[in-house]
Each structure stands twice: as C-alpha cells, then as structure tokens.
C-alpha cells in the first residue's frame, strides 16, 4: 500500500471515528475501522448509510465503535449482489440435476461396496465419479471434494444439496463478476470479495 492511499485510508477511518464519537487513539479499533472500510465498495453511500442510521434504535444502546461495525455489516448486508431471477432460476434447476445424478450414483457404489466387501480407502472417488459425469458436473463437484460428496450423499443429503448450491452460485458470480476467478483464494466469501474488486476498481 503508498504512503498516499495509507493517508487517505486514514482519513476516511478518521472521519468516521469523529462521526461517531470514537476515540482516534485507539489504534486497535481504528485499525479494525480501516479494515472494515476496506471491504466497503461504495464509501460515498456508506457515508450518506451512516448519517442516515446512525441513531436508529437498533443502534441506540452500542457504543460509537460497536455502531460502526454494525452499520458497516448492515451496509454489506443491503448491498450485497445478488443474482438476477433467471439466474437464480438456473442455478435451483442445476442444483436439482446435479443433486439427483450424485445421489443416485452414491447410492448404487455404496451399495456394491457393501455387497462385494469393497475397501472403501482404496476407491479414488473422483476417478469413480468422473464417469458419470459431464465436465460442467466435474468442475462443480471438485470445489466440494468427491469424498466428501459420497459421504454427504449417503448420510446428509441437505448438507449435500446446500454445498452443491453454494458452489453452483459461487461460479454463477464468477461469471458475473469475472475478476473472481483471478484471486487466488482457498474459499470464496462471496459479498466481501466482491465489495473488494469494486474498491479496486474506483480506485479507493
């Protein structure tokens, strides 16, 4: 980070800390302040956000510090980008394919593993996976883990069908917001992420 973004950075912490009666010498919350900020993709209408809310009830009883931090969230909450219906239509049919096919198929290899005494340890679950499965499934299934999905399909299946669906919509954004697929991240954090590609991208 330059010298002039760590300022300006500052800055904004600054002006928020005096916004809501926050000590400036507390280096750890304006810090934490500065940190939160980061994850902001609109400053401007977080400004306007604050001043608008900041004595609501919800916040009545908070401290400067814990108000900040709730806005901030609350702020992050309103905006979050969401899928168009369409979309979101896709991604609850695919989700349902995909869901059916994988269960269907752990089923019929738990079931043979059983007969025949199979080692379980043995069985490369995405080599066995793969196929029956298409190269749009493949990639889906991997942000899961094979193992995993044989497991959840035979004793969690609503764990299964949240987990599919989380990674279908998380590649659903990706498409959306194509400098996802850039950030070398172990998970995705959906909104948080996106609000940080925005920053970038206004320059902040």
Request: hydrophobic letters at 40%; one cysteine or more; glycine letters at 2%.
């Given at each position: 980070?330059?010298?002039n973004q760590?300022?300006a950075?500052?800055?904004i912490?600054?002006h928020f800390a005096q916004?809501?009666?926050?000590?400036i010498?507390?280096?750890?919350?304006?810090?934490?302040?500065?940190?939160?900020l980061?994850?902001i993709?609109?400053i401007?209408?977080?400004?306007?956000?604050?001043?608008?809310?900041?004595?609501y009830?919800?916040?009545?009883?908070?401290t400067?510090?814990?108000?900040?931090?709730?806005l901030?969230?609350?702020f992050?909450?309103?905006?979050?980008?969401?899928?168009?219906q369409e979309?979101e239509?896709?991604v609850y049919?695919?989700t349902?394919?995909?869901?059916s096919?994988?269960t269907?198929?752990?089923?019929?290899?738990?079931?043979?593993?059983?007969e025949?005494?199979?080692?379980l340890?043995?069985?490369?679950?995405?080599?066995?996976?793969?196929?029956?499965?298409?190269?749009?499934?493949?990639?889906?299934c991997?942000?899961?883990g094979?193992d995993?999905?044989?497991?959840?399909a035979?004793?969690?299946?609503?764990k299964l069908?949240a987990?599919?669906?989380k990674?279908?919509?998380q590649?659903?954004?990706?498409t959306?917001?194509?400098?996802?697929?850039?950030?070398?991240?172990?998970?995705?954090?959906?909104?948080?992420?996106?609000?940080?590609?925005k920053?970038?991208?206004?320059?902040v």
């Amino acid at each position: 980070m330059s010298a002039n973004q760590f300022l300006a950075e500052n800055k904004i912490a600054i002006h928020f800390a005096q916004l809501l009666n926050i000590a400036i010498d507390d280096d750890i919350s304006m810090a934490d302040m500065e940190n939160e900020l980061n994850t902001i993709g609109d400053i401007a209408e977080f400004q306007k956000f604050v001043k608008n809310r900041f004595n609501y009830s919800a916040y009545q009883f908070m401290t400067g510090y814990q108000k900040f931090i709730a806005l901030a969230k609350d702020f992050r909450k309103d905006n979050e980008p969401k899928l168009d219906q369409e979309t979101e239509m896709k991604v609850y049919n695919y989700t349902t394919r995909l869901l059916s096919k994988v269960t269907n198929f752990a089923f019929a290899l738990n079931f043979e593993i059983q007969e025949k005494g199979y080692d379980l340890k043995a069985i490369k679950m995405d080599k066995t996976f793969e196929k029956v499965l298409n190269e749009k499934d493949i990639e889906i299934c991997k942000i899961i883990g094979f193992d995993n999905i044989y497991k959840l399909a035979n004793y969690n299946i609503p764990k299964l069908e949240a987990e599919l669906e989380k990674a279908i919509t998380q590649k659903a954004l990706i498409t959306k917001y194509p400098q996802l697929a850039n950030l070398n991240k172990q998970s995705f954090d959906g909104a948080a992420t996106i609000q940080k590609l925005k920053l970038k991208r206004v320059g902040v």
